[in-house]
């Protein structure tokens, strides 16, 4: 037996990549992003009701791990990447059938040319992940008093983040293009999307895709330095 | 573009029938039920971690409703029935995708013949229904403070509910087979499963089916009275 789903919606986020995404939702509260919904689920009737929530659960494809399937254990990243745990105790996203789950903030609904749209806050998506379900977050139901494992506590943000004068030149440049980048760049950057097993030593310049743009950075003597801001190739 | 799940497992819960349902996960502590994997997703090695866990996500399809499509506007149950919503303000089952998402508590992980079933406890869940994905529920990120709409506050029980001599004798002479029953019944009736649309005044004998039981009952009064407690036919 096969059950065949059809998306009802895209979010268009500000990570075109899955690296710099947040490991959850809520932890970087500048990520806004977009859900637009397909014909017929952009019906403005279907959401009738909605901007009563304060936050939405969405369910949604990780489509950028289709082809490699999943394996029983994993290994979080919240755990250094070195203890592994079943599949189906973690948020993993190599899971069978690959559906992620999360809950955003409900800035706003919006129509476009007849259509809804909804502007989100804090959410871990990559650009162009296709909605399953959207839903209501029902606090009597949803929000519970409950024992988590190993994930007892959020991430905090660890690693200090500076500027280096090419950076903040560009950010002045360009605040109108981009208001609030420097704030994402900023709490992107400090929640250290770097792969676990690298050693706090490491000193590689990385990329990191925000919007249209690649921002090179690199962690010296434990804080993280904006090197370059410039429109991807 | 298309999307094709294959059910993880299936829940075996003690409502053969929608009717009865409680409307939300958590409201009827003694509605326990089991969830069987099939392989290879019941294998031990994916449930590693998961019993530092105290509860769970299960997103599921509403598998009884599938040949009825969504509609954009619903009429929540809690609302009376006469007030309609978006699909999407709501968490109504009749919905595009048809799937359901409900936290509940994991009591154990138990292992029958090496496969991994899970002992929950607060479901919602009709028998037979597929489970699509399990996840760890992770307080920091899934439980929030929100505000919810046309739903703030818990459905309360409003029905008394007492047993008349005959369903008491039945309990009595099946307490082994059926320990918990009694509290599982009245915990069911009193959340009123009656359709919405129906006065204060109605006088029907209702069938409830738990189980292989068929429990009849009728209000009188504004009282929930247990006529008879029989096997299903």
Chains 1, 2 share one sequence.
């Not at 090419?166 to 440049?173: G, K, P, R, V």
Request: aromatic share 10%; with cysteine; net charge neutral.
């Amino acid at each position: 037996m096969t059950i065949t789903l059809e998306p009802i919606g895209i979010v268009r986020s500000c990570y075109p990549e899955k690296f710099g995404v947040p490991r959850q939702p809520g932890l970087i509260k500048s990520a806004k992003a977009v859900i637009e919904f397909f014909p017929p689920y952009s019906n403005p009737e279907c959401f009738i009701g909605l901007d009563g929530f304060s936050h939405i659960w969405v369910t949604f494809q990780f489509h950028k791990n289709l082809t490699q399937g999943w394996k029983p254990r994993v290994r979080p990243p919240r755990l250094g990447g070195n203890k592994s745990l079943g599949v189906f105790a973690t948020r993993a996203t190599f899971r069978p059938n690959g559906l992620g789950l999360s809950a955003v903030r409900l800035a706003s609904l919006i129509t476009r040319d007849g259509e809804t749209c909804l502007e989100i806050e804090g959410g871990d998506f990559v650009d162009g992940t296709p909605v399953i379900d959207i839903k209501p977050y029902v606090a009597y139901t949803d929000s519970l008093e409950a024992t988590s494992g190993f994930a007892k506590e959020s991430p905090q943000p660890r690693l200090p983040v500076i500027m280096e004068a090419e950076a903040e030149s560009f950010l002045c440049s360009h605040s109108e293009r981009y208001p609030d980048l420097k704030t994402l760049i900023i709490e992107t950057i400090s929640l250290d999307p770097r792969p676990q097993y690298k050693g706090a030593d490491d000193s590689k310049v990385y990329g990191l895709a925000l919007f249209d743009l690649n921002i090179k950075w690199q962690v010296v003597d434990h804080m993280a330095r904006v090197i370059e801001i410039s429109k991807s190739a």
